[in-house]
């Protein structure tokens, strides 16, 4: 069983930055994907930014939307997966979500890859 904890969501203007973290209890020999999602109110979750691990190599990759803005990465040492976001705009809004799967099937947004979620943290920008 893997637990989630988020943190570094908060409020910031338009064109700010927030650097999220994702510290996870353990990672298993068997994480194949690790991601971040959001979900604004009345919205579906999405999925953000994901990293890969296959065959000992990590492919990353973002949804369109957030592409040149945000980056994912992970410390191995430190079992935590991060989330920096520059130029944010208000329609970055929303809770954001980390996530891990051992499933290689199915696309790195879909929801149900993930079977590990945490609790999420907010994150408001305002104009």
């Known amino acids: 069983q893997v637990q989630l904890v988020e943190s570094g969501g908060g409020s910031v203007q338009a064109g700010g930055s927030l650097r999220l973290s994702c510290a996870a209890s353990?990672?298993?020999?068997?994480?194949?994907?690790m991601g971040w999602f959001r979900q604004a109110p009345g919205k579906e979750r999405e999925g953000v930014a994901a990293v890969t691990i296959l065959d000992s190599t990590s492919y990353y990759t973002y949804a369109d939307s957030v592409k040149g803005r945000f980056t994912i990465s992970r410390d191995n040492a430190e079992n935590t997966l991060y989330l920096q976001m520059t130029s944010l705009k208000p329609e970055d809004t929303a809770m954001y979500y980390c996530?891990?799967?051992?499933?290689?099937?199915?696309?790195?947004?879909?929801?149900?890859?993930?079977?590990?979620w945490g609790q999420g943290t907010q994150v408001t920008v305002s104009s």
């Open positions: 353990a990672y298993t020999a068997d994480t194949t994907r």
């Open positions: 996530a891990v799967s051992t499933r290689l099937r199915g696309r790195w947004y879909d929801v149900p890859v993930y079977q590990y």
